[in-house]
């Protein structure tokens, strides 16, 4: 392997965990700092979280939503720019013709808005006496796969929910990712019982790395989010974490390590594509 692939296979990532407040410029601003400290530590990806420009909740996503372009991707636009950074932008309530979707836009290094994702499988669950929860009521899902390009990998995204759904992550590694990352806003009966799970599971089964990014913890806020924003490398092992407080969460992505898993335990070649298969429905 030449010098330069050697370089290319290893780059730094930021998860940066925010602290989101109900002032939308106050989240903006914050995140611009974070994201240029992320820069100054030598990140060259850099995530935020779920709805990091306003609380999360049925009730804010339509009082908040914006159009793409808009306020909060023209921050993202310019921070990426200003910092040379692949910029995963959590997510924000983004409104089109009239309906809302929750949206993760991608920035490159020149401040180009490489995709947007928005999030396909809606977040409705009840569990009873601990959360009820009906992201439909207010949202409408995406129904598009969203992987981008970098130098040194290709990056799948879904957001929070879209972790479950284990066929996402398969197609992702189909298509070449080296990368999963999942911002998400786990909830504090879920967070503790799935989400380190779910991305190990996620990790492991694919043989590459998975990182999420989630708000800090907020007890005074309606919907309390778990926190532990996390990067699993592809032996399904946690290599960096948090607790629930602010925090930039780094890790070393080292794609050669990811080869070499791959040639340990050779499952993707290994796998009865005559048996079995996870195909894409429809192309969009």
């Known amino acids: 392997m030449s010098t330069l692939a050697r370089a290319m296979s290893k780059f730094r990532l930021a ?21 240029k400290e992320a820069a100054g530590q030598g990140s060259k990806l850099v995530v935020l979280p779920e709805c990091f420009n306003s609380p999360y909740g049925t009730g804010f996503f339509r009082e908040y939503a914006e159009k793409i372009p808009g306020e909060s991707t023209k921050m993202l636009s310019e921070a990426a720019k200003e910092n040379e950074v692949y910029l995963i932008g959590g997510s924000i309530p983004e409104e089109d013709g009239g309906k ?3 949206t993760c836009p991608v920035f490159g290094p020149d401040g180009t808005l490489l995709m947007t994702h928005r999030k396909i499988h809606l977040f409705d669950i009840d569990v009873p006496g601990k959360i009820r929860f009906q992201e439909s ?17 290709k990056v799948g995204v879904g957001i929070c929910y879209d972790i479950r759904f284990a066929e996402l992550a398969q197609l992702y590694s189909k ?4 990368l999963l990352v999942y911002p ?4 504090m009966t879920t967070g503790p019982a799935h989400w380190e799970l779910l ?10 790395y998975v990182a999420t990014a989630s708000p800090a913890r907020d007890e005074t806020s309606s919907y309390v989010a778990w926190g532990h924003s996390t990067v699993v490398n592809p032996w399904g092992e946690v290599i960096s974490t948090t607790g629930s407080e602010e925090a930039v969460v780094y890790a070393d992505i080292d794609l ?11 499952v993707t070649v290994q796998k009865r594509d005559d048996l079995y298969a996870v195909n894409p429905v429809t192309e969009r």
């Open 15 to 35: 998860v940066i965990q925010l602290h989101v407040t109900n002032v939308k410029r106050d989240n903006l601003s914050k995140a611009k700092s974070l994201i």
């Open 100 to 102: 809302l979707y929750n």
């Open 137 to 153: 009521e207010t949202l409408s899902p995406g129904s598009a796969f969203s992987v981008f390009e970098t130098p040194f990998c």
């Open 175 to 178: 298509m070449g990712c080296g």
């Open 184 to 187: 998400g806003a786990f909830n």
């Open 199 to 208: 991305q190990r599971a996620r990790a492991l089964d694919n043989q590459l």
């Open 256 to 266: 050669q390590y990811m080869a070499e898993v791959r040639r340990q335990i050779p």
